[in-house]
């Protein structure tokens, strides 16, 4: 038989406390071990004087990376 505790007016067994409590500290774990949302894809600000350089930039940088990603694969 399994011990049985009371639990907010219910029966419940030891087996599902364990569960329970397992389950909750792997849950938090996970979602601490995650960390707040990466911005690794986010560019840094552009601080041009007109919108042309501000295109001929963004251009640049566009390039800049897939040629870095052509030389990895």
């Keep these: 038989m399994?011990?049985?505790y009371t639990v907010a007016g219910r029966q419940?067994?030891?087996h599902i406390l364990a569960i329970a409590t397992l389950a909750t500290t792997f849950i938090g774990a996970g979602i601490?071990?995650?960390?707040?949302?990466?911005?690794k894809n986010k560019a840094p600000?552009?601080?041009a004087s007109s919108k042309d350089e501000e295109i001929f930039?963004?251009?640049?940088?566009?390039?800049?990376n897939l040629e870095e990603q052509k030389a990895k694969h």
């Design 2 to 4: 399994v011990a049985m």
């Design 12 to 14: 419940v067994g030891s």
């Design 32 to 39: 601490a071990m995650s960390g707040p949302p990466s911005e």
């Design 45 to 47: 600000p552009v601080n």
């Design 57 to 64: 930039i963004q251009e640049f940088i566009r390039n800049a």
